[in-house]
């Protein structure tokens, strides 16, 4: 009886955050996770969008929940299943084949995280008086955007730091251009003589800087250059062996889907819209150097390091061709991994930029997170397990076939609604171009300069989304609440259409500008982030409209569902189509992509008064 009267302040923020932390976990840090294990954008975006599923067809097992065992059940064990899940996740982690088998049980969190949704939402209605369910709508709203803080904030930063601080000790390394300097031929690799210094392992190099001649080179010398030096870090095992397939093998492995569709749009997209590259007809090329690296002693036995290399500033005329990413193990630390620096053939004037190494543990950043993560939540099982009240109504509805009839009937009566062909295609349409800039956002801020992205730290995208980024996100949506409380939902509905679509042309500027101020990015997120958290309150407030009636809680399950499929789909094609047409293009199809949006708006019926306080 005593377990039954206790304050909800016991459990409402506990149960709230544990529901916001897996799904923040499946949509955002998986993907900065993959990225930063070397996972290409369209597999990133293919996959974890797929993770979206068990929130699309939730509304179809919601059932079950009630027919078996009580709220409080389903809770507790599902939390402990998503902490066994996130163990699972951190185990394989440093597994050759981590990719597979961390996506696998990213689906036993998805699922589980569906399910505690379920529960926890039946849970707080059964837990509380009505009063208090109005009264607590803030705080569980409140550590729902902590969770959101934690996972893309607090976590990232943290996986960050670890990377930061488990490799090796980074190299600065300064390279300028110089008309007055001359020209210099490759050098062959096994004539490069390091320093040797004693003390822990690291990373020498050679030269410590580079200058490069602002005089142009034949093209032909330059691919000749860039081949012997690909050439001698594949035969090394710097970098991967590349799998060449003849014409006759790859037409062989295409699927049907790949031999009519996929492989002729891609020659489609290429042609028109994938990154040109300048053909010169005085067949000449930039000017070339070359850097060596090698580890200054040998590896423990098992043990790699892997070395990220990139600019970081400067001017964007100097960029890497060769060495983003060289992996060295026992059998090749004694031999120099070659990195290649090219210039652009038109400077013609003195400039310099700044490149940077780096060689975090990445495998066990993340296993540590992930096991901070499996160890919260069986915390929150334990917690949980003696804290939640048994409120006398929550109890299994058990089997019943006028249950199962009035299941059915929640389907039948939300079809049966006024325009709901246009609420559906609302719902699909309204976060088109949102669901393929949030699965491409954070791989563009933490790709190197050379491949259109802004080179971002791990713990730097971390501290953009999770403070800036959540700080800004949330400011809009609590305006956007005020100004649809104040005004009504329709008079402000375009405004908010064109807050949650017009900002994400940030990213069109980001990607065109490369900038190297932190400050500029931040305030580009925090820019598109606001205008998110404005524009999606619309979003909000049409599925809770069109969700009234007698079934309110099952159709709004239903909107949420058709939520989630709208980011699924096109989330699953976004990578596959920036690796084709490159970043710049891509943001600018994605605000091509807001136009659909717009188009549906015009027909949606909405009540004026809907969203006004009425006078009782």
Known sequence: MENKKRSPWFWVPSIYFAQGMPYIVVMTVSVIMYKRLGVSNADIALYTSWLYLPWVIKPLWSPLVDIFRTK??????????????????????PMPGYFKLTLGFFWLLAFSSATHDIATDGFYMLGLTEHEQAWFVGVRSTFYRFAMITGQGLLIILAGYIESTSGLPDLDIRVQVKPSTAQVQMINPDSVSFTSIEGDIHFVTWPEHISISAHPINAETADSILQRANQWNIKHHFIDTPKIQTKAEHEASLSWW???????????????????????????????????FKLSKAPEPGKEYVMHFGRISGDKSISLVLGERLVFNESNWNKPAMALIQIDPKLRTATSAEFKAQSGNIPLAWSITFVVLAILFILFFIYHKFILPHPASDKPAGKSDQFFKDFIETFTTFFRKDHIGLTITFLLLYRLAESQLVKLASPFLLDTRELGGLALTTGEVGFIYGTVGILFLTLGGLLGGFIAAKYGLKKWLWWMAIAINVPDAVYIYLSYTQPDSFWIINACVATEQFGYGFGFTAYMLYMIYISQGEYKTAHFAIATGFMALGMMIPGMISGWLQEIIGYQHFFIWVMIATIPGFLILPFIPIDEKFGIKQDE
Do not use: C, H
Not at 266 to 277: P, Q, R
């Open 72 to 93: 409080r059940f389903w809770i507790v064990t599902l939390q402990l299943f998503i902490g066994a899940a996130l163990g699972g996740v951190a185990l394989t982690i």
């Open 258 to 292: 790949g031999r009519y569709i996929t492989e002729p749009l891609e020659k489609i997209l290429g042609k028109w819209f994938g990154v040109k590259k300048e053909v010169r007809t005085d067949n000449l090329a930039g000017n070339m150097g070359s850097i060596f």
